[in-house]
């Protein structure tokens, strides 16, 4: 069992920055690939980032370029950088372990809201 808590999340202007942090208890980091997802008022969860447990990440089309994945194994945490933010990123951003060999994200943060103003 992978407990997962989000923060980070805040209130910034367009173009302006953020680094949201996940931080797992219960269970090493390092066996699982962790996920970026967000879900905007009236949308469906989206998917944003992804981080290999080798440290390979990928990206949504939408954010490539401006936002970076990142772990630190030895702290148990996971980042997500976000540069160049815009109006349309405004959303609650979750982090989520996607289980060993299943492929599945099956541990899931609470999420942490950012709001990007115009």
């Known amino acids: 069992q992978v407990h997962l808590v989000e923060s980070g999340g805040g209130l910034v202007q367009a173009a302006g920055s953020l680094r949201l942090s996940c931080a797992a208890s219960?269970?090493?980091?390092?066996?699982?690939?962790m996920g970026w997802f967000r879900q905007a008022p009236g949308k469906e969860r989206e998917f944003v980032a992804r981080i290999s447990r080798s440290g390979l990440p990928t990206y949504a089309d939408s954010v490539k370029g401006r936002f970076t994945i990142s772990r630190d194994n030895a702290e148990n945490t996971v980042y997500l950088q976000m540069n160049s933010l815009k109006p349309e990123d405004t959303a609650v951003y979750y982090c989520?372990?996607?289980?060993?060999?299943?492929?599945?994200?099956?541990?899931w943060g609470q999420g942490t809201q950012v709001t990007v103003s115009s």
């Open positions: 989520a372990a996607e289980r060993p060999g299943i492929g599945r994200y099956d541990y």
């Open positions: 219960g269970r090493s980091l390092g066996s699982y690939a």
